[in-house]
């Protein structure tokens, strides 16, 4: 009896001279994060650090990271979807041919008659082909839906772009009569209100004076202006804060292979 996969495909089965390894067929990986043992693990490496190693950005970024892999695990989602053009009756249809085609199997192995074989291979054979129709009839359907979706669809685009095209050329021409009517507006509604930052005449003469440092002769230096200048910047626990939660989390972790969950969770740990 042919292997059954209770659609209308039919398995296409080859051979592959040579030493080819198969392929292994794997399950989506989901990564899930005990946050306490990340958190506890990262406070004891911090307490076995100096004073001055703990503004290390190498090291600290090396605590991170090995705590966030040491507190991840990986699993497999465990979550299966069905066919779009499956509903109750293709479940139900499913059910009986699976039980004629096990009666089958069982009267095929015991030493019955052949009436009886006959009998059972039919009715399977029968459930078989009221299921395949009920998918055929179930995918056409939908295939139905979706051609009419797609032509609402590229209606709808068409009506959007005949619409843009009238917009922009009565804005085109509003704007040669008057630079500052509906199309400046439009311009400038995007650009958000810049709140410029107060800034103490004192502080802004010791950030030109590191920017822009001065030799021995008093005159100014460019070549001095090194990345040690940049690596005296310091920047307060607020700052932080506010980079922080302008962050996504969700997206792929950069290169030092951290992601924005554990960075966000070690500020909060330690907040």
């Known amino acids: ?12 089965y080859y051979e592959l001279k040579g030493n080819a ?45 090995e705590a ?5 695990i990986k699993g497999p989602v465990g979550i299966k979807t069905v066919p779009y053009w499956w509903n109750a009756s293709i479940n139900d249809k499913r059910k009986e041919c699976m039980e004629a085609r096990r009666r089958y199997t069982r009267i095929a192995k015991l030493n019955t008659r052949e009436d009886e074989k006959l009998k059972a291979n039919e009715k399977y054979k029968a459930k078989k082909k009221e299921l395949a129709k009920l998918i055929r009839l179930s995918k056409k359907e939908h295939w139905n839906k979706l051609e009419k979706y797609k032509a609402k669809k590229k209606e709808l685009a068409k009506l959007i772009r005949l ?3 009238e917009h922009w050329n009565k804005l085109c021409n509003d704007l040669n009569g008057d630079i500052w009517g509906e199309g400046y507006k439009i311009a400038v509604k995007g650009l958000k209100n810049f709140v410029p930052y107060d800034l103490p005449d004192k502080n802004k003469r010791e950030i030109a004076r590191r920017l822009f440092p001065c030799s ?5 230096d460019y070549r001095t202006t090194t990345g040690r200048i940049l690596a005296e910047l310091k920047f307060t ?11 996504k989390t969700g997206k792929a972790p950069g290169l030092d292979g951290i992601p924005i969950e554990a960075i966000k969770e070690t500020e909060r740990a330690n907040s």
Do not use: F
Not at 3 to 12: G, V
Not at 34 to 63: P, Q
Not at 68 to 72: K, L
Not at 216 to 220: A, F, H, V
């Open 237 to 247: 626990a607020t700052e932080l804060t506010e980079a922080l939660n302008k962050m």
């Open 21 to 65: 390894v198969p392929k292994k067929m794997t399950e989506k990986q989901k990564s899930i994060t005990d946050w306490n043992a990340y958190n506890a693990n990262v406070k004891i490496r911090l307490c076995k650090l100096e004073r001055e190693e703990r503004s290390s950005h190498k090291i600290c970024t090396d605590i991170i990271r």
């Open 163 to 165: 619409s843009k095209k």
């Open 68 to 72: 966030y892999r040491n507190s991840t």
């Open 216 to 220: 021995s002769s008093g005159r100014q």
């Open 1 to 12: 009896m042919e292997e059954e996969n209770l659609t209308d495909h039919r398995y296409i």
